[in-house]
């Protein structure tokens, strides 16, 4: 699993629940 990876799909994980519950 390659480091950046992770991160992106961290990155995604946090990003969207957040977009869903601002809204």
């Known amino acids: 699993a390659n480091p950046s990876i992770?991160?992106?799909r961290n990155s995604l994980?946090?990003?969207i629940p957040k977009s869903l519950g601002r809204v």
Do not use: D, I, Q
Request: no cysteine; proline share 0%; hydrophobic share 50%.
């Open 6 to 8: 992770v991160l992106s």
């Open 13 to 15: 994980s946090g990003a």
